[in-house]
């Protein structure tokens, strides 16, 4: 199947096609750890970057986005932004904690952790449990600027909100539909592939960049160092607030870290969301693929396909792995949630795993909950269209792959 043909605008792809000429010529400002860290240095006038244990990640992220991400101009530009401001991100971490020496002694206490496939209803559970005043989830902006930390009475206010809106408008620009497929906005609840890539292990880099070598690789790694910059990053943000609020925390590819994320955060609480691959796959082809167009005008939708099928049988196989594993000590940790019950009867889903951790759920917030879903926008921004087979994808085939996840976690 041949790649996607990308329509870009003339002024963009104007700077692509000169970029690229130039570069032909020898002109190539090549993506160097070790120069990008003396940038931020310089930038920053610090030169803390707490420790050195994120180096082989940043070193091996630069050599896959020169050798395998195949880069245009634009891209090349996002990408070089993104480190060097991810860069100086941890210079500013660093260097707040150290002139703040009680951050270190902040109590991350219980927090809650989203974890399952995309498009398995981990973004509406996400949203409903955010209505819960006794939650602290990080928002978009907080995250793209940690510091100083934000602060409650000013947490929709802060003059950064602007900036981040104007980044994610940048976003739409050059990828038009984008926000169809999946919303982004400042004030809206954050990631923690955000949180993560600052230690430049995250799948974030993976869905913006073609690099099947470095996912390779990242999978191989012990994810512990990261997810203890995880855990000094809310520590920052909370700084801000307090210690009052538990935290609300998501991303996809947490189901493949279990084990680490519960010896960083022992009593964290873990949900897993469920639901057949083979009704997710193409969904999420489409948005690695939509994500990839904006940095490199070589996108193979059937590579992005089967990449995807392949690399979420390891997850989700880590994932059952290491519940079986967990299972003595860790059980009462865990709580399962199918896809067509979070759609079919949230608020009762929800309410049912409170009862299991033992969070209280009040009148109140059942109804804060309802109101959110009875206003909840539909195709705000468009509706998502994408086929199976435009990414190689074999139901009957595929599915065989998925089959002792399946049996587990929702038999027929």
């Known amino acids: 199947m041949p790649e996607i043909k990308i329509k870009r605008p003339f002024a963009i792809a104007t ?13 190539k400002r090549e993506l160097r750890a070790d120069e990008l860290m003396q940038q931020a240095m310089q930038n920053r006038g610090l030169h803390d970057f707490g420790g050195t244990d994120f180096l082989p990640a940043l070193e091996n992220l630069c050599v ?8 245009n101009t634009i891209g090349r530009s996002i990408a070089r932004q993104s480190l060097l401001s991810l860069l100086q991100r941890r210079l500013d ?23 399952g496939m995309p498009r398995t209803g981990t973004t509406i559970l996400y949203e409903l449990l955010s209505q819960d005043s ?9 995250v793209e600027c940690p510091v100083p930390p934000a602060r409650e009475d000013s947490l929709y206010s802060d003059p950064r909100i602007e900036q981040v809106n104007a980044q994610f408008d940048q976003v739409e620009q050059l990828v038009p539909g984008f926000k169809a497929i999946h919303e982004v906005g400042a004030t809206l609840p954050q990631e923690c592939v955000a949180i993560l890539a600052s230690h430049f292990m995250s799948e974030q880099w993976i869905v913006s960049y073609n690099m099947p070598e470095f996912r390779r690789w990242l999978m191989q790694q012990n994810f512990t160092g990261a997810y203890q910059w995880h855990k000094r ?3 920052v943000m909370q700084s801000g607030y307090g210690e009052g609020k538990r ?8 189901i493949g870290y279990l084990e680490t994320i519960l010896d960083v955060y022992p009593d964290a609480c873990i949900v897993q969301t469920h639901r057949d691959p083979m009704q997710v796959l193409a969904s999420l082809s489409s948005l690695t693929a939509s994500l990839r167009s904006l940095a490199s005008d070589s996108i193979d939708p059937v590579a992005i396909g089967r990449d995807e099928v392949a690399n979420w049988q390891t997850f989700l196989q880590r994932g059952m792995d290491a519940r079986s594993k967990l299972a003595e ?9 199918r896809f067509e019950d979070i759609l079919q009867r949230p608020i009762a889903v929800i309410e049912s795993m409170y009862r299991y951790f033992g969070f209280e759920f009040s009148d109140e917030l059942r109804q804060k909950m309802q109101t959110y879903l009875d206003n909840r926008p539909r195709d705000k921004h468009g509706k998502h269209e994408y086929k199976a087979e435009d990414y190689g994808l074999d139901a009957e085939q595929d599915r065989a792959m998925f089959e002792d996840y399946l049996k587990r976690y929702l038999p027929a």
């Not at 935290?247 to 947490?254: A, D, G, Q, V």
């Not at 000590?329 to 949630?337: P, T």
Request: charged content about 20%; overall charge positive; aromatic content about 10%.
């Open 233 to 235: 990053c809310l520590q």
């Open 134 to 142: 006794n939650h602290r989830f990080p928002i978009s902006w907080e």
């Open 15 to 27: 700077i692509n096609a000169a970029g690229k000429l130039l570069q032909k010529m020898g002109f």
């Open 64 to 71: 896959a986005l020169e050798s395998e991400a195949a880069l």
């Open 329 to 337: 000590k860790h059980s009462q940790q865990f709580f399962d949630i």
């Open 247 to 254: 935290w609300l925390l998501k991303t996809p590819p947490h």
């Open 93 to 115: 971490i660093v260097n707040y904690s150290k002139q703040n020496p009680g951050i270190k002694h902040q109590k991350i206490n219980k927090p809650l952790f989203i974890a």
